[in-house]
T-cell receptor, first 111, second 115 residues
């Protein structure tokens, strides 16, 4: 069963704009990860945020986590055409081992 | 550092035929995962190995799917017989160990089409 659910399902923006996508999940988590998938590089880990963290940055990426609302957001600033991809949030299964992915947000960045 | 290798990249078979996929994880990674990704959805775990032992195969359709990881390195995933609904991308991933929050490294996947 899918734990996380991303919103929106699809997002189209212009280069230079910011992109925000959200993830809601159902049960308590130890951490939440964001992955990116495109045809060129496959599925790639972007960032991990632990349950005791509220915000984390990595380059142009900013992730927030609100455990009280069971939600996370991924912000990509100053987007580029190369950011065009599907973005997935993932949480750990009950055993704390493998990942459970949402359905993803498809981001299109046009120049 | 070499990434996760998978082969073949594409496979087209008819229903009721059998197919096998191969995965070579990153050197030194103890944990290996097989995921199934149906078009428009996120990856779904099929089976997880820690070294050559199975950690989780609760979502593996065992009547038709099988997987092994001999010697704790390479792994093969087999489908026999294939059904139309098995059409998907099969992703192999590896990580240093079990227990979150290890980052998982994914291979390019094998796109299976069952006709």
């Amino acid at each position: 069963s899918q734990q996380g659910e991303e919103d929106p399902q699809a997002l189209s923006i212009q280069e230079g704009e910011n992109a925000t996508m959200n993830c809601s999940y159902k049960t308590s988590i130890n951490n939440l990860q964001w992955y990116r998938q495109n045809s060129g590089r496959g599925l790639v880990h972007l960032i991990l945020i632990r349950s005791n963290e509220r915000e984390k940055h990595s380059g142009r990426l900013r992730v927030t986590l609100d455990t009280s609302k069971k939600s996370s957001s991924l912000l990509i600033t100053a987007s580029r055409a190369a950011d065009t991809a599907s973005y997935f949030c993932a949480t750990s299964n009950q055993a704390g081992t493998a990942l459970i992915f949402g359905k993803g947000t498809t981001l299109s960045v046009s120049s | 550092e070499a990434g996760v290798a998978q082969s073949p990249r594409y496979k087209i078979i008819e229903k009721r035929q059998s197919v096998a996929f191969w995965c070579n994880p990153i050197s030194g990674h103890a944990t290996l995962y097989w995921y199934q990704q149906i078009l428009g959805q996120g990856p779904k775990l099929l089976i997880q190995f820690q070294n050559n032992g199975v950690v989780d195969d609760s979502q593996l359709p065992k009547d038709r799917f099988s997987a092994e990881r001999l010697k704790g390195v390479d792994s093969t995933l087999k489908i026999q017989p294939a059904k139309l609904e098995d059409s998907a991308v099969y992703l192999c991933a590896s990580s240093l160990g079990t227990g979150a929050p290890y980052e998982q490294y994914f291979g390019p996947g094998t796109r299976l089409t069952v006709t």
